[in-house]
């Protein structure tokens, strides 16, 4: 598979479990989501849900200054209105399938996180920032509306007061703002970022991997229910762990006072 806006790299943890790093990399565009980005991700997503090796996944941007300034704008100038539709369907999918990946991603934003970049990172499962951290939606100040997931992910993570403040207002906001709005986990200095994303992932690879993905598929999904439709949904996963190697593991290594070694089965 060969990716030109995209470095992929897959290491090994101290525990022997493989854990993904993805580099958006078109720093001379601050690596901002041109149709060749798009398609490099549509390809590297088939590879890593038909293969299914990862345990956790980091994406971050490549440079000192940006995780994803956004779609191109540039290739938005002369668009059709159809075209925007399919543009905006075809990016929603792309995310849908990052959230819905089996395995915990973290979003690494290492500087400019904005409109379609801070819908990808909306996408992960959290998201860490170095200090240098700048995001928001600034679509309308563009006299567009973030079209990659951006009115409703935001929404339902922060609550729509805030989502309006920050996509109505176009406002770009600092580190310590996203930190304090719950957005991001964790803000570092810039030379930490990827080494605390990183160790992040290695614990999360430890954890039960079917357990991983059926806690996601829970919030992801239980949020859009009503709370006993959720509740039910909830009931159904937890049940299903009972059926896996991995929990008889979990309850044993937890009796016998070792540290659980989980297979994903
Ligand atoms: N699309 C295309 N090119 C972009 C880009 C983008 N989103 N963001 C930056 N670039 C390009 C610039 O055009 C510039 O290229 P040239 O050197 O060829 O001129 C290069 O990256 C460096 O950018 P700047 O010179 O502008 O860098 P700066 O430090 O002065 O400013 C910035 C940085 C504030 C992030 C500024 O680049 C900026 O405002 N970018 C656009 C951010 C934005 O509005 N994003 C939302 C896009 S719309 C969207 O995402 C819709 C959606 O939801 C699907």
Not at 235 to 248: G, M, P, Q, S, W
Request: charge should be neutral; proline fraction near 3%; aromatic fraction near 6%.
């Amino acid at each position: 598979m060969e990716l030109k806006t995209l470095q992929f790299t897959v290491t090994n943890t101290t525990s022997g479990h493989k854990i993904g790093t993805l580099q958006i990399a078109r720093p001379e565009a601050l690596n901002a989501l041109n149709k060749n980005v798009l398609q490099d991700l549509k390809l590297l997503l088939h590879d890593l849900e038909t293969k299914r090796e990862l345990r956790a996944l980091v994406i971050t941007g490549s440079g000192e200054k940006a995780f994803v300034a956004g779609a191109d704008i540039k290739e938005m100038e002369g668009m059709s209105p159809a075209l925007a539709r399919e543009m905006a369907h075809s990016g929603q999918a792309l995310f849908q399938r990052i959230e819905d990946l089996p395995f915990p991603v973290v979003a690494a934003i290492n500087g400019f996180a904005l409109g379609g970049g801070l819908e990808l990172a909306l996408a992960c499962d959290f998201m860490f920032a170095s200090t240098t951290a700048k995001w928001g939606l600034p679509e309308v100040t563009l006299g567009l509306i973030p079209g990659y997931g951006g009115t409703q992910r935001l929404a339902r993570l922060l609550g729509r007061a805030l989502a309006k403040r920050i996509a109505l207002s176009g406002e770009i906001f600092n580190a310590q703002q996203g930190y304090e709005w719950g957005l991001f986990a964790h803000v570092c200095e810039p030379a930490q970022l990827m080494a605390l994303a990183m160790k992040q992932a290695e614990i999360l690879a430890d954890r039960a991997p079917l357990a991983l993905s059926w806690v996601k598929e829970a919030i992801n999904h239980g949020g859009d229910k009503t709370m006993s439709e959720g509740l039910k949904l909830e009931a159904e996963l937890f049940a299903r762990t009972f059926e896996t190697k991995d929990r008889l593991e979990g309850v044993q290594s937890f009796i016998a006072k070792r540290r659980p070694n989980f297979q994903g089965h």
